[in-house]
């Protein structure tokens, strides 16, 4: 076990992979300078410039070649810098990738990760710090996965370069620094099961990504006040931990989502959707969502911090929806 | 066939080799045909888009090619799946969305792939092949694989990003693969010298390191000939290469397109220039005549009738087929 920080856990877990396996390569701007963030640092001195590959700016190439070098066996990496870029190459991502295996009848196997480091971070500004993954949880033939913590990003990480799915990976880039245990051989988690973080009988709040360490911030001001909530860190948006949400609103009865992007048609909507159906509303007591307001992201730091999701706002809903 | 005299010996100019190319443009003919009257009959579901006049560039580039060279297409592209190998009988299934089509009833015209041939399928976005090829010669080359890639796009694509992204990427990496612009003059509905800057896309190639061929897209030796030394450029290790093709497209954009604003003038200049018959020309000239010809497509025609028949009679994909080949991880059924 070493105490890394998030980014290390991830450089980490590409490593352990490309030394098992080497079909697996990375490609991507500046990927063989260690990466716009440092994820890939030593790479290039280690696996050579055939495995570490910066390309030019060309993100729709990017994400094609990555689709072409996979569907003759080869497992990549491809680097995206900032999940906003991804723009670029959607008719590669939606078009191509998610659909070659079903579209070909299972022909291809299309076994590649995307990884695409998202959320607000320093002041950004609307191009460089938007959250949209509810977009690709949208879209079928792909996992979508969102970690929150070290351990996370580096088992997660793992699994999704083993995985024969094409998966989305969404660093959370606001959370590089956060530390965390990492062992020596990183075992692969499975997608599809949350992590639960806090527990109580009051409600239970459902995030993910950058926003798990808000709604630690709200579950702990929280139960200073004498109430306790069931948190659970989702860890992957596509497959969802369904269940594990379920059992813990059938004893809570009050569901609440909090996620950093926009609340209109966010992830959250989903979730609060799917529990009602299941439950029925005669069960629950309360469930709704908690995501920014309907705005790009704005530059000025007062500005930016006004749309945010913050702990305050969490404990706010959370006791509303206790009245 | 000025130039039938000056063939260099070791370029296909045997009598087997070019009936074989002659026979792979009399079956992609045969398919389409067949394939646009079942569409007609109400049998074919969907739009297809088909290749008649343009056999030529299909036959040509994919003799120059082996089993293990990868192929992409677009959508147009049932000629660029039977010249590489694949099935014309299990091609006809997918078209009629039957079970035991090459993708199970869920490609249908637009998504022809057969992987075990190296078809890596055809796309129902411009363009959409150049990444995807560019990316599984670079897959290969670190595979150490000797196959190349070959990316078969239109005139249209040339206006679209990925041409050059996928250009200069695959100069840059010095990759194995060849672009092939099977250029047909329009561009769906709109002549493509119309919405199309400059002087073509050799010049386009050029001015970033690519080195081009253009050929005439209505001469299958002479496409085969060209195909065959810029491949062997490709395969000694000296980066991609752009093969220039002009040729004409005598139906619509799609089956049900009756292309009726183009001049019956020009439709019937370019059926004059009609690549089967530019190749029985040749062949006639090596002790092959009408029965020989006659002989071929009568075969090719039966064969297509035969896999038409065979769709017609085959049945539905099972309705569980809709939920299978998403994914492993989050796969769903309809009552999850």
Redesign the interface.
Known sequence: MATVSLIEAGRLAVQQEMRRDPRVWVLGEDVARGGLWGQYKGFLEEFGAERVVSTPISEATIMGAGLGAALVGTRPIIEMRIFDFVMCAMDELVNQIAKVRYMFGGQASPALVVRMPHGMWRNSAAQHSQMLEAWFAHLPGVVVVAPASAEDEAGLLVAAIQSDDPVLFFDPKDLWQVQGEVAETIAPIPFGRARLLRTGDAVTLVTWSAMVSKAIEAADALARQGIDVDLLDLRTIWPWDEDGVIKSVRKTQRLLVAHEAVEVAGFGAEIVARVVDRLGTANIKGARRLGAPRVPIPFAPRLETEVRVTADKIVAAVTQMLR | MAAKSKRSPDAGDNIRQLTALYRTMVRIRAFEETALAAHKAGEIPGPLHVSVGQEAVAAGVCAALRKED?L?SNHRGHGHAIAKGAEPARMMLELYGRDG???????GSM?I???SVGM??A???VA?G??????????????K?EAI?VCMFGDGAVNR??FL??L??AM??KLPVLFVCEDNGVAAFTRADSVTAGAGPIARAEAIGVPGASVDGNDAIAVGEQAQRLIAEIRSGRGPRLLHAKTYRWTGHTSTDAAQWRDPKEVEAWKARCPIQRLEAVLGERDMGAPEFAAIATHAQHEMEEARAAAKAAPWPKAAAAF???????AVTWQR
Not at chain 2, 101 to 107: A, D, I, N, P, S
Not at chain 2, 130 to 143: D, E, F, R, S, W
Not at chain 2, 324 to 330: H, R
């Open positions: 990868r992409t089509g090459y993708c199970r009833g869920k490609g998504h792939a057969d992987f890596l399928g796309n129902g976005v959409g150049i990444p995807i090829a560019v990316g599984a010669a670079q897959g290969l080359k670190m595979l694989s890639a990003g990925p992204e996928g200069n990427w840059l990496y299978e080949d998403v994914q492993d991880a989050g």
